[in-house]
């Protein structure tokens, strides 16, 4: 079993920063890859941004150049931070991981645009 908590999310204005965190527990060695996804009011869930055991990152054509995934292996701990933000990326986000025999959710950090 794996156990993501989210934080970090907030209100923010556009063209503003965040930095969401996601620190995993439990099986944290049978983790491949984690990720980050978000939902807006009234639209289906997608991806963001991904980053393998191995360091190697994906992003969502909307938010590359903005958006960079990191992880703190130490710290068991995968970041996402966010500059220059938009009204459209609104929403609630949601950490990812991914084993051999399934996929975990967080319940997800809100992010609020207050323009």
């Known amino acids: 079993q794996v156990q993501l908590v989210e934080s970090g999310g907030g209100l923010v204005q556009a063209g503003g920063s965040l930095r969401l965190s996601c620190a995993a527990s439990g099986s944290i060695g049978s983790i491949n890859a984690m990720g980050w996804y978000r939902q807006a009011p009234g639209k289906q869930r997608e991806l963001v941004a991904t980053i393998t055991s191995g360091g190697s990152s994906g992003y969502a054509d909307s938010v590359k150049g903005r958006f960079t995934i990191s992880r703190d292996n130490a710290k068991d701990t995968v970041y996402l931070q966010m500059n220059s933000l938009k009204p459209e990326d609104t929403g609630v986000y949601y950490c990812?991981?991914?084993?051999?025999?399934?996929?975990?959710w967080g319940q997800g950090t809100q992010v609020t645009d207050s323009s």
């Open positions: 990812l991981a991914t084993t051999r025999r399934r996929a975990y």
